[in-house]
């Protein structure tokens, strides 16, 4: 799966272990090819083991994957899911409940 973004490099993301994990702020990500790396501290970067499932919310897309290990201060993210946030949005109401009569 190829980067969806505009830009290969950016700054605030959100991280967080599915199914239900506490987000973390990251310090800055960018994409290598199908890889994102992460740069967290050193204690986000303890609670995230290789193999995890992760999402990741870049702002105007949220990504998910799997923790395929570390490099210095970053996570290095497989990425196998890109959902845009404004695909999501325009297809919103197809998903909502229909009115009762």
Known sequence: MAHQGSDSRSDVALLRRLPDG???????????GTQL???????????????TPVEIDCGHSIYLGEVSGNRD???????AHYISKAALASIHGIWSEPALP
């Open 37 to 51: 790396l992460i740069d967290v501290t050193p204690a986000v970067l303890g609670e995230f083991t290789n193999s």
């Open 73 to 79: 201060s970053s996570l290095i993210i497989q990425i």
């Open 22 to 32: 506490n987000f973390h702020s990251s310090l800055r990500h960018r994409f290598e």
